[in-house]
């Protein structure tokens, strides 16, 4: 129990820390909201003051000391208030983040699980079977681990969907499935304009977790307890799985958490790439239209995103490797 109240205490004081950043960075640049939307019509007509100040109110800007402004921050993020959008005014940031984040979630589930899965299974398969077809392969494979995700997603997009017209190169779905209301067909067309993305994220990540898992295999195969379970007649799949696999796996169970953040940031900018509707095609609108309130708020999603997501796998941690529950 003291481990969780451990872990709980030091995800707080991080989440504080990036609730203070993202309100702080965005009052250190020039200019606020306000004069940014004004600058747009500074070739039309001029503003009345009483249209500019209902503006001010309207996007929270005030003359009041900073800690001020912190505390009604901190008040706004309690009842779940981020501001108003710049680019799509008069709507919320929140009604923004709030129809990007769910395409977001299920790529970067839906992507994440297989490379999980598959990196893992092959490389318990390549460090139990060394010297096998699939174990000479690694080495030719760990290359697609450096490549950087919105240069893997041209690739693709150069030769999936221009060259091989297997796939579209833009979009989320296609929009006469959602004039007809057709919700069968949606689906297909949700999963065929994501495949492409996912794709990205599944070739480069695979290669590191493979590598990774096969090596703790074979260092694992080494240990006393899988030599005894060896000479015990126990049958290979029973070793290879419950001795060898279930130890080997820890640290990759660890380092999810580390390269989760590199995910994240990856697949924000493969979804650029793709024009994909989700959390990165509505940061890029946001830095096109210099709309600081919803890099704010995207900003402030993804860090709680991370955060959470990291403190779910540290306790986890504890239901997989035992000796971390004596220790706790």
Known sequence: MAYVWRKLGFYTVALWVA?????LIPRLIRGNPVDIMLAKFANTQPVPPDARHALEVAFGVTNDPVYLQYFHYLGQLAHGELGLSVTYYPVSVSEVIAQALPWTVALATLSLLITVVLGLGLGT???????????????ATTFLAAMPYFWLALVFVY????????????????YAHVAYGDGTAFLGSVLYYGAMPALTVVVSGVAGWLLGMRNMMVSTMAEDYVVMAEAK??????????YAARNAVL???AGF?????FVVSG????EIVFSYPGIGYALVQAVGNADYPLMQGIFLVVSIAVLAANLLVD????LVDPRTRRSA
């Open 267 to 270: 697949l924000v900018a493969t």
């Open 257 to 261: 958490a580390v390269s989760l953040g």
């Open 315 to 318: 306790l986890l941690y504890v």
């Open 233 to 242: 007649g126990l049958s290979p799949r029973r070793i290879m799985l419950n």
């Open 125 to 139: 398969l390549a460090g139990w079977r060394r010297g096998s077809a699939l174990d000479a392969v690694i080495p």
């Open 159 to 174: 030769v999936f969907g221009i060259v091989l017209r297997w796939f579209p190169t833009a979009g989320g779905y296609d």
């Open 251 to 253: 640290p990759s169970v």
């Open 19 to 23: 609730v203070t950043l993202n309100f």
